[in-house]
């Protein structure tokens, strides 16, 4: 049994990036760049008015003659006289001797001539030719993560493809005689089972849209034969349940038997202590609890950055905060703890309802408390650290 620390540096070394691909910006939502984006123009690529209004050369005259027009899509570059304007809209393009555009709000205007009423400052109203990026400046750095307004920021720059980390293919491994699918009839001595819906759903919640989900029953037979055919096909293995020491337990031995490497099994942590981290190849594999709240606890302090780790993220854990506690903590179990908590702007909550297979209390969590294996008592008041989870 390791402590959590460790586990989390052995999961570290070992997940590394995916290889990389070219695809379409505008299909990259939810990747992560592999290399940096460099724009190929300046952007805007030319003087453009902020306004619709008029265009002028800035001086004490109030009255303008204006001799024409300049609207979004138009290269008219007219040379402006001193005592002359451009009727002139948003997104247009500004000649070059105009330095200031007047809102149209702010100008008395006839068929042929303007009269400002507020004279706003020299080179109000103009966008510069690069204001917002210019020719060769990075776009974005390697190992960010491509959101719809990147998407938008890249379509503007006219750059269709770019290099990203493919997603790792995710199999979710349930097992359990106990489980019915949710939607049958459930049978005396049966319950629903949820934790392949539950970590689906958190996968989503990090750009993995779809995990295929296979079901064993408890037998090292039938288990050691879906192991070997998820293991040639996936990147990333989840397995629900059948990981502890009980008689029905086959995971680990199915693992192994299918030469998977043991780089550890068992936490020194509550809840969610038997987890077993393996290997196969370029394959990382996770067998988790069984029980749901010791499976999401450990999702998301272990399977999340190694997700994201795969994926390319450059920090790929859960953020920490810290706010001050409602309630005392005692910690007789020599353990580090992972407290479901529900914290605001100034304090926590720890939440009743902490066993392993309560989900009730996750479901309004918006975070987790963590105490050190070493700390046995906090007293309300005092500062804890808590990783979000909303």
Known sequence: MIKVEEALATIEANSTKMPTKYIQAS??????LAEKVISPINMPPFRQSAMDGYAFTHSIRHQYDVVGISQAGDHSNVKLKATEAIRIFTGAFIPDNADTVVMQEHVMATKDSILIATMPEKSANVRLKGEQIAKDDIVFEANTLI????????????????????KPKVAILVTGNELTEPGKKLKKGKIFESNSVMLKAALQTIGIEKAKVYRVKDNLKATKKALKDILEKYDIVLISGGISVGDYDFVKEALLQNEVEELFYKINQKPGKPMFFGSKNDTLVFALPGNPASSLTNFYIYVYPAVKNRMGFSNAHLSKIVRKLDNDIVNNTGKTLFLKALYNETSVEILDGQSSAM??????????VIVPEDVENIKKGESVTILPID
């Open 27 to 32: 299909k990259a939502l939810g990747y992560v």
């Open 147 to 166: 959101t719809p307004a990147a998407i938008g920021f890249l379509a503007c720059l006219g750059i269709t493809e770019i290099e990203v980390y493919k």
């Open 359 to 368: 989900l009730n209390s996750f479901a309004v969590a918006n975070g987790l």
